[in-house]
């Protein structure tokens, strides 16, 4: 670790800054580029493959042959892409409510479907993925994330870190919400069979639910999220605290001071969820007035920025 510090400062990395688009960044290209940095990831990626393999074969994944159905709630499938290039001769089928747009070369092996929106093949529905946050929290597990695997008692075991805040909300939202799914799961097995539905009948009603629960939730549930220690750490190395919040200032201050509106910014982008946070409980009436007043600032100033830019191509023509 010490040596990556030093190739890093060399690079012009400070190790307490966060990088919000690391794979964008000159910097960390110049890192990874490092022949040194390049040889230790290299040795350290094969030990972390050898015991992943492990843990596959012990679960009995197929590793060399065949294929595999995998299920997720999105947005990309990257996991899925991982497994697919660890296991180019096993296909891999995934299953997922929704689909963004893909960051990467799709592996040949790795095939792909939504049963929401699904952005690679069309841009309709995407107002359902705009927030995904409320929905990983109500799909989230007490169980942690993995961060690595190691022999025992002659098998695999995965290691998992778990974070107390992250689980307090599941104990006082989450678990209720799954435990109200499973309970509903045997009526609605039942109700298909006997009466032939399928899952595209139902998928009108189901988009509808959604975009309910993301665009008017309710006050409960929002409150519930602003409580949240949200796991990043797949997407952007840490934890990202919703409980933490600016001054209402903030957001009046904006319409005048440039500093103050990127701040507005910055908190409105890593809150995940805007609706979730007017409609909170916990969200002082100040702070909400706050934020609609700049949010409403913003949309006239977009509505006047679309009719100065159509009086000009009138002019011109």
């Given at each position: 670790a010490?040596?990556?510090?030093?190739?890093?400062?060399?690079?012009?990395?400070?190790?307490?800054?966060?990088?919000?688009?690391?794979?964008?960044?000159?910097?960390?290209?110049?890192?990874?580029?490092d022949g040194t940095v390049k040889a230790t990831l290299e040795g350290h990626l094969r030990q972390r493959r050898e015991a992943l393999l492990a843990y596959l074969d012990a679960a009995g994944v197929p590793t060399s042959g065949g294929s595999m159905e995998?299920?997720?709630?999105?947005?990309?499938?990257?996991?899925?892409?991982?497994?697919?290039?660890?296991?180019?001769?096993?296909?891999?089928?995934?299953?997922?409510?929704?689909?963004?747009?893909?960051?990467n070369t799709q592996p040949p092996n790795a095939l792909k479907q939504a049963f929401g929106p699904d952005r690679n093949a069309s841009d309709a529905l995407a107002d359902l993925i705009d927030f995904v946050a409320p929905i990983e929290m109500l799909?989230?597990?007490?169980?942690?994330?993995?961060?690595?695997?190691?022999?025992?008692?002659?098998?695999?075991?995965?290691?998992?870190?778990?974070?107390?805040?992250?689980?307090?909300?599941?104990?006082?939202?989450?678990?209720?919400?799954?435990?109200?799914?499973?309970?509903s799961a045997t009526f609605w097995?039942?109700?298909?069979?006997?009466?032939?539905?399928?899952?595209?009948?139902?998928?009108?009603?189901?988009?509808?639910?959604?975009?309910?629960?993301?665009?008017?939730?309710?006050?409960?549930?929002?409150?519930?999220?602003?409580?949240?220690?949200?796991?990043?750490?797949?997407?952007?190395?840490?934890?990202?605290?919703?409980?933490?919040?600016?001054?209402?200032?903030t957001f009046v201050l904006a319409l005048v001071s440039r500093n103050r509106r990127r701040q507005a910014r910055e908190f409105l982008r890593h809150c995940g969820w805007i609706p979730g946070l007017l409609a909170a409980s916990n969200t002082s009436p100040a702070f909400r007035a706050a934020v609609r007043l700049y949010l409403t600032a913003g949309r006239a100033a977009r509505h006047m920025t679309r009719m100065r830019e159509g009086f000009r191509g009138i002019a011109r023509r």
């Amino acid at each position: 670790a010490a040596g990556f510090v030093s190739h890093a400062t060399r690079c012009g990395i400070d190790i307490d800054e966060p990088v919000t688009w690391p794979w964008q960044d000159e910097r960390v290209r110049r890192f990874l580029d490092d022949g040194t940095v390049k040889a230790t990831l290299e040795g350290h990626l094969r030990q972390r493959r050898e015991a992943l393999l492990a843990y596959l074969d012990a679960a009995g994944v197929p590793t060399s042959g065949g294929s595999m159905e995998i299920a997720d709630i999105g947005w990309r499938g990257t996991i899925q892409d991982n497994l697919a290039h660890l296991l180019p001769a096993v296909t891999i089928h995934g299953h997922y409510l929704g689909l963004n747009r893909y960051l990467n070369t799709q592996p040949p092996n790795a095939l792909k479907q939504a049963f929401g929106p699904d952005r690679n093949a069309s841009d309709a529905l995407a107002d359902l993925i705009d927030f995904v946050a409320p929905i990983e929290m109500l799909s989230n597990s007490p169980n942690g994330s993995v961060v690595g695997y190691e022999p025992h008692h002659g098998t695999m075991r995965a290691l998992r870190e778990a974070d107390a805040a992250e689980n307090a909300v599941f104990d006082t939202c989450s678990r209720h919400f799954q435990r109200g799914v499973l309970d509903s799961a045997t009526f609605w097995a039942d109700f298909l069979r006997t009466h032939a539905y399928t899952a595209g009948d139902l998928r009108p009603l189901s988009l509808q639910i959604w975009r309910d629960i993301i665009s008017a939730p309710p006050p409960f549930l929002a409150h519930a999220y602003f409580q949240l220690n949200h796991n990043e750490t797949f997407g952007v190395g840490g934890y990202a605290d919703k409980r933490e919040r600016p001054p209402a200032s903030t957001f009046v201050l904006a319409l005048v001071s440039r500093n103050r509106r990127r701040q507005a910014r910055e908190f409105l982008r890593h809150c995940g969820w805007i609706p979730g946070l007017l409609a909170a409980s916990n969200t002082s009436p100040a702070f909400r007035a706050a934020v609609r007043l700049y949010l409403t600032a913003g949309r006239a100033a977009r509505h006047m920025t679309r009719m100065r830019e159509g009086f000009r191509g009138i002019a011109r023509r």
